[in-house]
């Protein structure tokens, strides 16, 4: 990619942060113009094609529309939900998350659903959940319709649960489920089993769920997903991704897109098993391999930059390499879509509470001692210094998902911070509670150190009473 695009690349994802603040500032006020073309390029001082380039990102998520004429301008919209259920399982695939670390997120969010659910029941859920049993229960379906229909029941018991976050989540993950669901035969035999076992296991939730038995209805989920992980343990490689999800038809799947070119490029480092600073060529020999026009290859280079699935290296020998992928933007861009969802104080804890002991735990069975002891200690803080301390406290706590070595848990607590993130710096926190979260994720890395479980969650329950008092 040239020097000038870059440039442009990251002028533009600057301008789009700045634009995205100020319509959360704003309140989201749906309709309202943030300015022509000519009054955006003069306000912000720079070319025409780098404000187009701020655009597009605000358009690709669904936060603003350009619209023309007369009258015309940049309008803030509201971003659809489909829209970022497909944006989320896309960087899931670029990342080449396995099957394995879908089903233990799985188990984290629908396990919180299913209880929540229980405990919130009213009569049109109920009226909805006895209708969701019979179309379940009707004679032997199809695998692809069995599959999809289950899909529609865990959806709808994550409605029900009440919290939008945590819906979210299981909507996206049953999203990159049916993304990645495949024909070929042995796999199909394997999921054929799971399925008939999952269908019968979801009516018996959703009865729990009508008894109110919310301890059983967890139990239940929890029980599907172990075996089903049982099940998908030869399917712990990056998952294929149905090409047919990834176009807006099944006819025009084979379209050489941005999108499904940057799909083809991360699906080949992972099954080339391809680390971080591998060369894997120039555009000029990306551009003959996967046989695109350059503005297709460089809109999938600048997909897979954004994520940090690749890196670009300048000079004689340079080109692009493999990259550590971030959830960083992505998280970014799922917290602004929460955000004019206007969560509450109570869906912001649930949404805590349903991952944190499931990344407690991982980090405790998965981490090694060297990982762990490497671990920042948290430094001292002082007034001046309040904001920096913030971000040095959701750093190491991305640190620590990091850990699970699942990228799906690591990707939610991003999303967690990324909330956290969003909160106004000057109303943040007093420098005393500053000082109180310092000495609380010093206890959290010393209990981790210690593989003390349930001091983690302790100390994990007072830093979220901290962040939200």
């Keep these: ?3 000038m695009d870059a440039r442009q690349t990251k002028r533009g994802e600057a301008i789009a942060a ?3 603040d100020e319509i959360i500032r704003a309140g ?3 309709g309202t113009s943030l300015g022509t073309e000519v009054e955006l390029i003069k306000r912000f001082g720079v ?3 780098t404000l187009r380039e701020a655009i597009r990102q ?3 998520y669904g936060l603003a529309e350009m619209r023309a004429g007369k009258n015309g301008g940049l309008f803030i919209a509201r971003p659809a939900r489909p829209v ?6 896309f960087y899931l695939q670029l990342c080449g998350v396995t099957a394995a670390a879908v089903l233990e997120a799985r188990s984290t969010v629908d396990a919180s659903a299913t209880e929540l659910a229980a405990r919130r029941l009213d009569a049109d859920g109920r009226q909805r959940l006895v209708a969701m049993r019979a179309y379940l229960a009707q004679a032997a379906l199809p695998l692809d319709e069995n599959v999809a229909r289950q899909l529609e029941a865990r959806s709808l018991i994550a409605e029900l649960s009440g919290n ?3 819906s979210l989540c299981s909507d996206m993950l049953s999203r990159f489920t049916l993304g990645t669901f495949t024909k070929s035969r042995p796999q199909r035999k394997a999921h054929e089993k799971v399925t008939l076992f999952g269908n019968r296991t979801k009516r018996r939730i959703i009865e729990s769920i009508l008894e109110r038995d919310a301890e059983r209805a967890r139990k239940l989920l929890l029980d599907e997903m172990a075996a089903t992980l049982k099940w998908n343990r030869e399917y712990s490689s990056p998952v294929s991704w149905r090409t047919d999800q990834t176009a807006s038809d099944s006819a025009s799947a084979q379209l050489k897109t941005g999108h499904s070119i940057a799909l083809q490029i991360a699906h080949q480092i992972a099954v080339n098993k391809q680390g971080p600073g591998t060369r894997i060529g120039t555009e000029a020999e990306l551009r003959v391999r996967y046989g695109v026009a350059w503005p297709v290859l460089r809109e999938a280079l600048r997909i897979l930059e954004m994520h940090g699935v690749i890196g670009i290296l300048r000079g004689k020998y340079g080109g692009m390499v493999v990259g550590r992928p971030s959830a960083r933007a992505m998280a970014a861009s799922v917290a602004t879509y929460l955000s004019q969802l206007k969560l509450t104080h109570r869906e912001f804890v649930e949404l805590h509470q349903a991952i944190t002991p499931t990344v407690v735990r991982l980090v405790i069975e998965r981490a090694s001692d060297a990982d762990l002891a490497a671990l920042p200690a948290p430094t001292a803080i002082d007034s001046v210094h309040n904001n920096a301390q913030m971000g040095d406290s959701l750093d190491l706590h991305e640190r620590i998902a990091a850990l699970t070595g699942n990228l799906v848990l690591t990707l939610f607590v991003d999303v967690l911070n990324a909330c956290i993130r969003r909160v106004p710096k000057t109303a943040r926190m007093k420098s005393t509670s500053q000082r109180t979260l310092r000495e609380i994720d010093s206890r959290i890395v010393a209990a981790l150190q210690r593989r003390d479980s349930v001091g983690v ?3 994990m329950n007072a830093r979220l009473r901290l962040l939200n008092g």
């Design 58 to 60: 605000l358009e690709q």
């Design 28 to 30: 989201w006020p749906v």
């Design 164 to 166: 939008p976050a945590i």
């Design 1 to 3: 990619m040239k020097e």
């Design 84 to 89: 970022i259920l497909q944006a989320l399982a």
């Design 47 to 49: 070319a025409r094609t």
């Design 457 to 459: 969650q302790r100390h």
């Design 18 to 20: 700045a634009l995205e």
